[in-house]
């Protein structure tokens, strides 16, 4: 059960932040329903979690204002959770959280934009094919929200990096850092490869932490045809559990291409990604594939 907060610790708010989401069950309940599982069902069979603990941090969780509970059926009236507002807000947390435990519990504590094939990390993207990518909407760089996969299109290649050059300066030693190399190449790749993706019926979009406005200088300097999308709330993040590396006291996506069907199923992962043209013809190659299904 939640704990109150003692007198002492009124005024801290790393000690009421705590009260809400400090308990196990809690923070895996703001995983799952970020995953877009939201009905009691789904997320006891998911979680593995007693009817009861379930019923009580889900309580917990609506009385705090990190989930609404929304109808979704009547004659019996049925409900399911979704993050509010505030849980949303959360989802950067969740994913700094996931971040640490990356380098430092599940990794040696070195800072990398990459992965070894044998990670926890690279097993968790490895294990998305088969995953359902949930509705959300992302900033775009032109100046709308968009869904990270397109329904007019028969696959959606997502391909994420960390960050471009321009229009601002990186953080310093950033080519320090083990695959942030080769972010505008991969753009430019994909641009140039642009029309065989359309011909074939594949959309492409880039994701990146970066701000909208950082990605409209970089998409009109370079003339990129596709969308670049801002997960700088993290809810592509937290939705896959896609890795990410801090730097200059950001979280940066780790270069990742997945290839999601019209159905929003994930069906190709490309992680780490150390032969960027390669992997590009292999976007192209298993997007034409699930687009001509």
Known sequence: MARAVPDRDAACAIAQAAAVVGDWWSLLLVRETARGRHRFDELQRELDISRKVLTERLNHLVDSGVLDKVPYQEGPVRFEYRLSDAGRALLPVLVSMQDW?????????????????????????????????????????????????????????????PATGRPGPLPDDWLDIPGTAGCTLENRLFREAYERF???????????????????????????????????????????????????QALRLKRAVLVVDRERTVRHVQFPVTDIPAAVETAWREGSAVASE
């Open 198 to 248: 359309t011909a074939a019926g594949v959309a492409v979009r880039g994701v990146s932490t970066q701000r909208p406005d950082e990605q409209r200088a970089f998409a009109a300097a370079e003339e990129i045809p596709f969308p670049l999308l801002s997960d700088m709330d993290n809810a592509l993040s937290a939705a896959l559990r896609l890795p990410t590396f801090r730097a200059g």
């Open 101 to 161: 435990a990356d380098r430092w519990l599940l990794g040696d504590g070195s800072l990398t934009a990459s992965a070894d094939e044998r990670s926890a990390e690279a097993h968790r993207v490895h294990d998305l094919p088969g995953a359902r990518l949930p509705r959300l909407t992302l900033p775009a760089h032109t100046g709308t929200g968009l869904d990270p996969v397109d329904a007019d299109a028969g696959a959606t290649v997502l391909f994420c990096y």
